[in-house]
């Protein structure tokens, strides 16, 4: 046995394996006294096959099949052993002369590595945008604790500055429900609709169609409601069916302590002065997470501006080709190899920083990272006290599925990146209202079309 390596270039080696019959030979033979205990042969006993009549059948078959295993171990030990990062899986080269019969054969392996790089994060400078509440926000949040807390009185349609409780249905052009679409009950607030006109004066069994971009001044409510992502909500325009179920109207409560222990618990808020500020912190820790969510993009589009390396494109095109299902041109595994190239980059470099900082997500992180998914959603739903042997019996379920690890190991190394990210990038700062942020969004979406 005999192993070598022929580097072509930083990013293209062959590995060349030469093999005896003493290196597969001795295992055929097991193998075929193996088949001998097992075979049945019209005319024979089970077991009683002349060994000539099984070599004659199953020798070529077998190997073959040992000489592949022999390859594949020591390939795969000479990768490990010399620690060669390799991109995609070693692609044999053919040899039509070869002789099987031959007292050495040599087989050849086309290998694709991995370049190597350098991340340095200190040279990144990066926008930071931070959303800071307005006054108005905090202005309508504060009118509307007053209007949940006051006193409810029903009405026989819907009114100015009332509310209404309605069930929402997407639906198609025809009018009918789309299947997994939007059906849900929402208790509207009147002032927080983009047409009022539409609204008022209607009354229980009403039907209202509209668009969702049409429904409220703040399209952000769409993601409240009907649990869209942001860049979803800005994008949502089904059209909607809403059928009034109940109208009513609410005296607005008094700004008293009464007001405040209600909204926040018993003396946690003194004043309203307290309660603007508390109301404006809670707004700014949720609009935290678009701002956090648009560092992490303009760190990724910092490190494909900056980040750049050679890749063996020639060979990851003949890697495409032999691994696609259908039969691919050279034409064709060029276009679905451009196509894949972006991640691909992506993903060396992600690997490169997750390395660099000793980052490597184990089985028990994922469990731990079940349990708080587990807490947090129980929690929603107001329980608290989750005993610790039922959350273990949930998590235990969970992690049998495999859709379910593999989508929260992507969530704890986004996680990690942006630990990383958040530590290591120097950020520019930007302080802009909700509305700024949003103006900012949709232009980069419309240069990206």
């Known amino acids: 046995m005999n192993v070598t390596q022929n580097k072509i270039d930083d990013l293209n080696t062959v590995i060349s394996i030469t093999i005896s019959p003493e290196d597969y030979k001795p295992k055929v033979e097991k193998s075929l006294i193996d088949y001998r205990k097992k075979v049945s042969m019209p005319g024979f006993r089970k077991g009683k096959v002349p060994m000539g009549v099984i070599k004659k ?47 050495e054969m040599t087989f050849k392996f086309e ?69 997994g679409g939007i059906n849900v009950s929402v208790t509207f607030i009147v002032d927080d609709l983009k047409d009022k006109k539409t609204f008022l004066k209607k009354k229980v069994n009403d039907v209202i169609e509209i668009q969702a971009q049409d429904l409220f001044n703040d399209v952000h409510q769409l993601q409240h409601f009907f649990g869209l992502s942001h860049d979803e909500a800005h994008h949502f325009n089904a059209k909607l069916k809403i059928i009034i179920e109940k109208t009513s109207t609410r005296t607005k409560a008094e700004l008293n302590q009464e007001l405040f222990d209600k909204v926040y618990g018993k003396d946690k808020v003194k004043s309203v002065e307290e309660l603007r500020n508390k109301i404006k912190e809670e707004i700014e820790n949720y609009y935290k997470k678009e701002s956090d969510t648009k560092f992490m993009n303009e760190c990724v589009e910092w490190l494909f501006s900056n980040i750049s390396f050679d890749l063996p494109s020639e060979f990851l095109i003949k890697y495409i080709k032999s691994n696609s299902k259908e039969p691919l041109s050279d034409e064709e595994a060029s276009t679905e190899y451009e196509k894949s190239e972006k991640a691909l980059r992506y993903q060396l470099i992600e690997g490169k920083i997750l390395s660099d900082n000793n980052v490597n997500i184990q089985y028990p992180d994922l469990i731990e990272f079940t349990r708080n998914q587990m807490k947090q959603q129980f929690a929603m739903y107001g329980y608290t006290d989750i005993p610790d042997s039922e959350l273990d019996k949930y998590v235990a379920n969970a992690m049998k599925n495999e859709e379910h690890v593999r989508q929260s190991s992507g969530s704890l190394i986004q996680q990690e990146l942006f630990k990383i990210f958040d530590t290591q990038v120097k950020k520019n700062e930007k302080v802009v209202s909700i509305e700024e942020f949003d103006k900012i969004l949709k232009k980069e979406s419309n240069k990206s079309k």
């Open 57 to 103: 059948q199953y020798e070529g078959s077998l190997t073959f099949e040992e000489i592949n295993k022999v390859l594949n171990e020591n390939l795969s030990n000479y990768i490990k052993e010399n620690k060669l990062s390799v991109l995609g899986q070693p692609l044999p080269i053919s040899d039509n002369n070869l002789d099987v019969n031959a007292n």
């Open 111 to 179: 290998v694709g590595l991995a370049p190597e790089f350098k991340v340095d994060l200190s040279k990144a400078n990066v926008p930071y945008y931070k959303i800071e509440s307005t006054e108005k926000e905090i202005d309508d949040t504060v009118a509307k604790m007053q209007t949940q807390f006051g006193e409810l009185v029903d009405t026989n349609k819907i009114e100015e500055g009332g509310n209404f409780a309605g069930k929402v249905e997407e639906i198609d052009s025809e009018g009918n429900p789309v299947d």
